[in-house]
């Protein structure tokens, strides 16, 4: 088989991500105290630091300070948490002053569904700005005509 009609391996996921920050400190304070997240490795000299997602095998987050300049770029990223973790996240994020939101960046008390697929989810901000999102998938049947929607509403549908 020549290499222009060989198949690409499957991929598996993701491994990681990196996301620009204002100030390294704050943000590797945040994304461990908030988020959780271990801290793997800091490059003082180069501005950046990674820290690991879940394990060393399954991902990796990296941040790049980038100074202070009037330009900033807000990003999305996603982690995947289990059921109990995302109906979690609302209380902890809110008793450690991060305020958790909707999908519409509304302030929120309960995560919300996305019936197509059907998952849960709960949003919030990190000190940049940037939309991070915990994520878990429902073993429900999906339900496109659902919408996006409370997780409350989810559980009374009929």
């Known amino acids: 088989m020549t290499a222009e009609n060989a198949v690409m391996p499957k991929v598996l996921g993701l491994y990681e991500t990196h996301l ?5 400190k704050t943000s590797v304070d945040f994304y461990r105290d908030v988020v ?4 793997a490795a800091s490059f003082e000299e180069r501005k950046v630091a990674f820290l690991w997602v879940d ?17 900033k770029m807000r990003l999305h990223i996603a982690f995947r948490m289990t059921i109990d973790g995302v109906l979690e996240a609302p209380a902890i994020l809110k008793a450690k002053g991060v305020e958790p ?16 697929m059907p998952a849960l989810s709960i949003y919030f901000k990190d ?3 940037h939309s991070i999102e915990f994520i878990g998938i429902l073993d429900d049947a999906p339900d ?8 409350s509403e989810w559980r009374e549908r009929a």
């Open 127 to 129: 000190p940049d700005g």
């Open 20 to 24: 620009t920050v204002a100030d390294l």
């Open 101 to 116: 939101l909707g999908f519409g960046g509304e302030p929120a008390t309960e995560p919300v569904v996305f019936g197509w």
């Open 144 to 151: 496109r005509s659902f919408g996006i929607r409370p997780f």
């Open 55 to 71: 394990d060393r095998k399954t991902g990796m987050l990296g941040l790049w300070e980038t100074g202070t300049g009037p330009l």
């Open 36 to 39: 959780g997240l271990e801290p």
